[in-house]
Structure formats: C-alpha cells, structure tokens
C-alpha cells in the first residue's frame, strides 16, 4: 500500500469521485483476471491504491481540479475487503494492510462491523508505528481497540504473537498511549486483569499479565484492584495463579491487603502444578496469619488444601504451618498419603515397600486371531485404514491365500482403488503400507495398479511377500510358511517343518521371512524330526554347514537368513551412531540467551555397507544408508509410519535392524517437534524380542527426554518393559543420557522416570539408572535437584541408601543451601525410615 495516502488528503474527495477512480483502475484487473483467486485479488488491491493515490493527487490544490465522476460504488469492493481481513485476521506477515482497509471504511467505501475478524485483522496489520496510528483515528481507539481485550485470536494472529515476532510493537503501543493520555491508564490495567478472568489460553494469557507488570501499577493501584487479583487465584493457568500471589504478597506489604478475603481465596492457589506457586501462596499465608493472629481458623483451610499437591516440598510447607496453627493431629492423619520425603522430614515415618524378588518379564504380545473366511472382508478393510498393527497384517496376508479371497474382497474394490490412489498426497508418499495392501487387494479382484516401490529394500521384501499371494501367483494356495504362531513374532521350528511338509516348491520370500523369524527354542527336536527339509532350512535348524557354496543348494537368499536366524548382527555389522551437541544463541528481553541440541548420525557399518551395494529385495536385513547431508543424518524414506511396527518385525533376532531405519526421529525427539513416527518406533521397541544394541539404548534415552509428553509415556512405557527384565543395558542408557545431558533437560528425565517408578518393578530399575546417571551430571546442571528429590523418594519407599561410592562422592560436591543441596546432603546423610 502507498504509504503516504492519508485521511486526510482524501477526505474532501466526493464519493462519486472516488467511486469513478475505483471502478477505471480496476477495469485492467478484472479483464486481465477472470477467475476468482489470489492474482485476481492482488491485481485489484493494487488497483485500489492506484485510485487513492490518483484521487490524493486531486484533492491536492496543485493539481487541475478535473476528476471523473461516478454514483456506483464497485460491486467488488465488499468482497475484496472481506476477504483482506479475513487473511489478516489468521496470517501474520507484519505489514501494514489493515490500513488500507480502514483506510476505505472512513471514506465510506464500504461498512464494516468492528467483530472478531475485523479486531484480530487490525491487531495483524496495523503496522509497528501503531501508536501514531490510533493517535490519528480516536474513532478506532473506541470502536476496536479496546475489544483486543474481548477477542484471543489463535494461531498466528494474537497479541502474544504479533509481539513475540513483531518486536513486542503493541505491547510498547499501550506503554505509549498510556503515557501521553490517549488511553486511560486505569482503563488499560483493569482490561488486562479482567482478560486473566477468562479462559484464554497460557501462551496468550501470558501477553496481558505481562502488560500490566510493564505499566508498573502503583501499590493504590493494585490495592484498588485486589478483588480481581483475588478471583485469579482459583484461574486455570498457573502462570496466572502466580502473578495473582505475587501481586497480593506486594499489598500485604503496604498494610492494605483484606486478609480474611484473601485468605478465604487462597486454597486453590496451593494446588497449582507450579510447586514455586503454591509454596508462595503458603508463605502469603502464613504471613497473613503473623499480621492478624485470630484468623487461624481461615489460615488451616489453606494449609489443609495444600496437604493435597503431590509436591513433598509443598506438603512439608503445609504441614509446618497447619502445626503452627496447633493442628498437629491433622499432619498425622494425612501421613500415608503424603510424600514419602514429606514423611520422612516431618518424623512421621515411611513405611517401606518390598520389591519383588523375581526380574519383570518383558510384555510380548501373542499373534493375532486366525482370520475366519466370514471376516475376511472386515480385517482387510481395517488394514486399508490403519496398517500399524504387524500381528494384524500376518494375519490377514495368511488368510489372502485362500482360493476364495477374491471374492470375499469384491466388497473392498472401491475402497482399495481410493486407498492406492491416496498415499501420494499423505507424509508417507504413495508406498505407504496401506497402499501397498489395496494394490494386493485389487491384484485378488484382477484389477492390477501402478507399483508404488520403496526407498528401503526391507520395505521392499515386503512388498514381495504380498506380490507372492496377489492375483499373479494364485496358483499357489499353500499356506505361508512366515506366519507368527509365537509371542514375539517367532515362528516354531516345529510349525516352520510342518508347514514345509507339503510344500515342495516354498514361495521364495515367504520361506525367508520365515527363517528369518526361526525362534530358537526346539530347533534340535525339528530337525530330528525333519528328514526331507531344504538344506538350508536344516542349517537353520542347527545342521552343520557344507565345506563348499556347491554344497549349499537352493537360492543364495535362503542360506543368508538362515545364518540371519542364527544369531545377530556381527560386531562388524552394527550400525554406526555419532552425534554432536551444539549450542545457539537468541535475543530476548535485550539479553543473549544460549540453548543446546543434539545431531545424530546413523551409518552403516562398512562390512554390511559392502553387501548393501549390490543387495537384492531378497536380503532384507541388508540395510543401505544415504550419505549423511549437512553433517548430520536425515530420515530415510519421509516419514514411514504404518511401516514401522512391520520393519520390526522382519527380524526378531536384532532391533538395531529396524531401528537403522526408523530411530532418526525418536533421537530427535527432545527438539519437541510433532512427529508421528517416535511413539511407533518406541512401542516396536518395546515388543522386539531380540538383541537390544546401541541404537536401542540411544532410542530410550531420547524417548525419556522428549519435548512432547505423549512421547515421553511412550518411551516410560518401554522402559518398563526393557529395563527391569534386564533386556536393555542400564549403562548404556545412562551414558547416552549423561554425554547429551546439555541439550536434554533432566526436568523431562525426573516426569519420565517417576512414570516408570510407578509400574512394578520399575522403582528399582531407575534407582539404579539414576546412581549410574547423577554422577556424570555437573552438580549444578539444571533441573538435577528433581532428579535427586525422585531418588530420594524411592529409596525412602524401598528402605534402601546410597552405597554407591562413585554416588556417595558426587553428592558431597554439593554446598550451599539450594534445594538440591539439601536433597543430596540428606541422601549422603542415609535415609532412615
């Protein structure tokens, strides 16, 4: 928009003028723009300020004085007006558009109702120089300046946004209106408290409350507004609830604070998440009750509520003060529920909690139900929907070799055809695994469809698999010989025999996938029983190898899984992880802030590198890497979603196979960005039989660290299913935590492994990965005071105390008198129940 249009300049312009000047400028732009659009659009608003400028330059006394004129206001200026703020209202690009638009509203273009569109449009658009701005129009001041107050916006356009990436311009706004009386002060403070009363979200509460604190009210200020600063006490956003204590705790101070009201508003304060808050709404308290003696009564209300906040620090903060007011008998009625280190530190012992003697036994899920012929139709469809359960998908393909399938599956041709014609327009590209189904599907109906190849080639043996049982290899209705039958996704030496009993001639990729699954209890008493087996399927079983490769008949595929089910991945053969943690800078509040993150790199190793060269869709468990761009690794193959669970279970015998392909996401997880893939690879994770190497303990450490919770259960979930069985190294865990300590808050570590101490048998698990862990943690590292408050708690429980020398010493580096130096001096005390 030209810049230097103003109201002025135009406001002597008659409206048939105006009109005449909209209507020729436009002309071009609807002739050259036909449809409807954002050409279309853009080409009008240039035209619009092509007019206003025109129409300035007539207004100027320099000019002629000529002008057209017109009495019909252009049908299309409505619709591009509202459609501007329409944008405006949802998309931040800090610009100046809303001018325009207000701009036509007071020379009477068009008539505009001050909504929510219209409010949030203005908060967008209106420019940094807003103050100038308002100063020059009073009439928006009072017709939508003040409704910013009423309306919280979302997404991109809010206060909170704008500032925050718009250099805090409408916060510095209101401290400038404010200061030269275009707004009323007292006005703006009581709006920001009142906005604190709704239910507008944390991150744009947060905008107001910080507004208020900028203006620095006055102690008669805030003593005139303590009734408001009260009911936020009970308000949904802690950070709210704190700024409300705060407050209040600055009028005890003058003298003016009404104590029974305030002490009767109390109680929900000290059930704020935030243990700073409550502990400081206790404090208020208690000074209340110092400053008026006979308000104990009011006082123990607060102090009993506080009894109830899971936080031992609070507990301990309530119980002193509810002592104080003589309700001792009170604290000791409420000891069992209480903190065990609340207990302990009131004198009120803990009672301790026998851990069971046996390891927990890692949680293996049994195969799926054999597909009935009457369900068919109905399993397959949940497949075209959701193909991230790998029991499921052996299930259905077991049942797809049946000489009837195709015509159970006529009622799916449809849904199929839509399915596979999907997946290009998904995150996980047209391979996606319910695509891949559909095209099986349409294979048994006779209705062939363009492949769709994956990036990997254990995605690819996949998709051989089901290309065994489609419409081009009907002629086989044996029954697979891959299918599950074990807990784990094994397959039964005895089953594997039985199955090859009848099949002379196996499908290739079937008999594979299916030595790759040989579990390998009861492989001596199958092969004792099986005479006529295939050689390589008797090597499996634990017949001696040949002397020469003539020796060692049938497809080279079937004797590479059969040294696969044989044992995993040679040292040589592991996949490689490196990483870096690197730091970053920022500017807020005028001060340079540093933060850290991690980078992996996932390679690899070079002897499987060798093999993976010329690796056909026949060795699954030959996995290529892309060189790493940038220094670090990126995903292969987008995003693989249903895939994961499936890559899994390929091959029980090793999880750093699947995990090569599908742990870039969870590493990445503590960058706290959404993705869908890290709680699939985690639950894989979890089930996965087999042997549980580098990858895997790096995946659980950065599962335990996520930005997102949701991830981080999922990864306590594993934990307990991993750790306490003994299935996944501790040490190893520990060491990948403590090397990328800096980028991974411990605060996250403490919420996750409370979680796991929860489940049974993992209270001793994260005992012990915390003495591993602390000290290998600068004593000052941020957040370890929680990580030291978790350990005390369960060694409280479990009756136990630090007897760990490397422990013992890293705790008496501690000094001062922190809260986690008063954690770890009590640990190196001894716990005494």
């Not at 207000?102 to 409010?119: I, S």
């Not at 899984?561 to 800078?585: G, I």
Request: charged share 25%; glycine share 8%; with cysteine.
């Amino acid at each position: 928009m030209t810049d230097d249009i103003s109201y002025a300049a135009l406001a002597g312009v008659p409206a048939d003028t105006l009109h005449a000047l909209l209507t020729a400028h436009a002309a071009t732009a609807l002739a050259e723009h036909q449809d409807p659009g954002w050409p279309r659009d853009r080409a009008l608003l240039d035209a619009v300020d092509a007019a206003l400028a025109e129409a300035a330059a007539l207004a100027d006394p320099t000019g002629d004085g000529s002008a057209p004129t017109s009495t019909a206001r252009p049908r299309w200026l409505d619709g591009i007006v509202a459609r501007e703020l329409a944008t405006l209202s949802t998309h931040f690009w800090a610009t100046e558009r809303f001018r325009r638009v207000r701009l036509l509203e007071r020379l009477g273009l068009v008539t505009l109702t001050p909504d929510d569109t219209y409010v949030l449009a203005m908060v967008s658009g209106l420019g940094p120089d807003a103050a100038e701005v308002l100063r020059e129009d009073p009439e928006l001041v009072e017709r939508a300046l003040w409704r910013v107050f009423e309306v919280e916006g979302g997404g991109e356009v809010s206060l909170a946004n704008v500032d925050k990436f718009g250099g805090d311009q409408w916060r510095r706004t209101f401290l400038q209106l404010c200061a030269d009386g275009t707004l009323d002060r007292a006005r703006v403070l009581d709006a920001c408290l009142s906005v604190l009363t709704r239910d507008f979200s944390a991150y744009r509460a947060g905008w107001f409350s910080r507004t208020h604190l900028a203006l620095v009210p006055t102690d008669d200020e805030l003593t005139r507004a303590q009734g408001t600063l009260r009911r936020l006490l009970g308000a949904e956003v802690p950070a709210t609830v704190a700024f409300a204590v705060k407050l209040l705790s600055r009028i005890r101070k003058t003298g003016d604070l009404a104590a029974e009201e305030t002490l009767d508003a109390l109680p929900p304060a000290t059930l704020v998440k935030t243990k700073g808050t409550a502990l400081a709404a206790l404090r208020l308290a208690q000074r209340l009750l110092t400053d008026h003696p006979e308000m104990g009564t009011r006082t123990t209300l607060v102090a009993r509520t506080a009894l109830g906040h899971p936080d031992a620090d609070v507990q301990r903060a309530a119980a002193l003060l509810l002592t104080a007011c003589g309700e001792s008998d009170t604290v000791t009625a409420a000891a069992d529920d209480l903190d065990p280190r609340a207990r302990a530190d009131l004198g009120l012992g803990v009672e301790v909690v026998a851990t069971p003697d046996a390891p927990r036994v890692q949680r293996l899920l049994p195969p799926a139900d054999p597909v009935r012929a009457a369900d068919l139709a109905d399993r397959t469809a949940g497949l075209l929907e959701d193909a991230s359960d790998a029991r499921e998908v052996e299930a259905v393909l077991a049942a797809l070799v049946s000489p009837d399938a195709a015509e159970a599956l006529a009622p799916l041709r449809k849904r199929a055809r839509t399915v596979a014609g999907r997946g290009s327009r998904t995150p996980h590209g047209a391979a996606w695994l319910p695509g891949q189904v559909a095209r099986l599907v349409l294979d048994l109906l006779g209705e062939p469809v363009e492949p769709a190849t994956p990036d990997t080639a254990p995605q690819r043996f996949v998709v051989q698999r089901l290309l065994e049982v489609s419409a081009l290899h009907s002629s086989l209705t044996a029954p697979l010989l891959a299918t599950p039958d074990l807990p784990g996704g094994w397959v039964s030496p005895e089953t594997l025999a039985r199955r090859l009993a009848n099949q002379p001639h196996p499908r290739h990729h079937d008999l594979v996938a299916a030595l790759l699954r040989l579990a390998p209890e009861g492989r001596a008493e199958a092969l004792a029983a099986g005479s006529d087996l295939p050689p390589a399927v008797r090597f499996a079983l634990g017949d001696p190898p040949g002397n020469s490769c003539d020796q060692r008949p049938g497809p080279a595929a079937w004797w590479r899984a059969a040294e696969r089910s044989r044992a995993a991945y040679a040292p040589d053969e592991l996949p490689t992880l490196d990483s870096q943690v690197r730091s970053f800078t920022w500017e807020e509040g005028g001060q340079q802030r540093r933060g850290w993150y991690a980078r992996f790199t996932v390679a690899t190793a070079p002897a499987l590198a060798a093999r993976a060269d010329g690796a056909a869709d026949d060795d699954p468990t030959t996995v290529a890497l892309p060189v790493p761009e940038h220094g670090f690794a990126t995903r292969v193959g987008g995003c693989t979603g249903d895939w994961i669970p499936t890559l899994a279970a390929l091959w029980p015998q090793d999880a750093e196979h699947f995990l090569t392909l599908t742990c870039l996401p969870v590493l990445q997880a503590p960058d706290g960005q959404v993705d869908h893939d890290v709680p699939r690879t985690l639950d894989a994770l979890a089930q996965h039989p087999g042997r549980l190497g580098p990858l895997a303990a790096a995946a659980l450490a950065a599962g335990l660290s996520a930005g997102i919770r949701q991830h981080r259960l999922h990864a306590s979930d594993a934990f307990v299913d991993l750790a306490p069985s003994g299935r996944i190294g501790l040490p190893e865990v520990a060491d990948v935590m403590a090397r990328h300590a800096p980028a991974w808050p411990a605060t996250r570590w403490a919420q996750s492994l409370g979680d796991v101490a929860e489940a049974p048998g993992g209270a001793g698990a994260v005992v012990d990965l915390l003495t591993l862990l602390l000290p290998r943690l600068p004593a000052d590292h941020r957040g370890v005071g929680a990580l030291l408050d978790l350990l005390r708690s369960l060694l409280l429980r479990s009756g136990r105390q630090v007897d760990d020398p490397e422990l013992t010493k890293w705790l008496a580096t501690f000094s001062g008198s922190s809260a986690a130096a008063r954690s770890a001096r009590q640990l190196r005390e001894g716990v005494r129940p």
